[in-house]
Nanobody
Framework: HVQLVESGGGSVQVGGSLKLGCKVSGYRFGTSDMGWFREIPGKGREWLSTVTLFGVITYGESAKGRFNISQDGAKNTLYLHMNNLKPEDTAMYHC??????????????????WGKGTQVTVS
């Protein structure tokens, strides 16, 4: 039974930083491509970043230069470090796992497992 549980969201001032975590259970960490998405009501899900099981990292335009994805295998946890936050970053942030390889990794349909999300509010 695969579970992804996000944490670390909250309210932050413009220009601030947050570190989101995604605890993984139910499969061997590091054997799946994983990504971060965010969801704004009425706008659908936006892809932010992916780290493949080979360690290749890619970022979407909204994340480039401000967000960093990382992972800690000892803790079975994926992270998203967010810096210089803006009001337009306000959203529900979700982590996702493909269960293998994602392609193309920008599409939410290539991920089989999702967390329920953690809310980030920037004001």
């Amino acid at each position: 039974h695969v579970q992804l549980v996000e944490s670390g969201g909250g309210s932050v001032q413009v220009g601030g930083s947050l570190k989101l975590g995604c605890k993984v259970s139910g499969y061997r960490f590091g054997t799946s491509d994983m990504g971060w998405f965010r969801e704004i009501p009425g706008k659908g899900r936006e892809w932010l970043s992916t780290v493949t099981l080979f360690g290749v990292i890619t970022y979407g335009e909204s994340a480039k230069g401000r967000f960093n994805i990382s992972q800690d295998g000892a803790k079975n946890t994926l992270y998203l470090h967010m810096n210089n936050l803006k009001p337009e970053d306000t959203a529900m942030y979700h982590c996702a796992a493909s269960g293998g390889s994602c392609y193309p990794c920008q599409l939410e349909g290539t991920y089989n497992y999702w967390g329920k999300g953690t809310q980030v509010t920037v004001s």
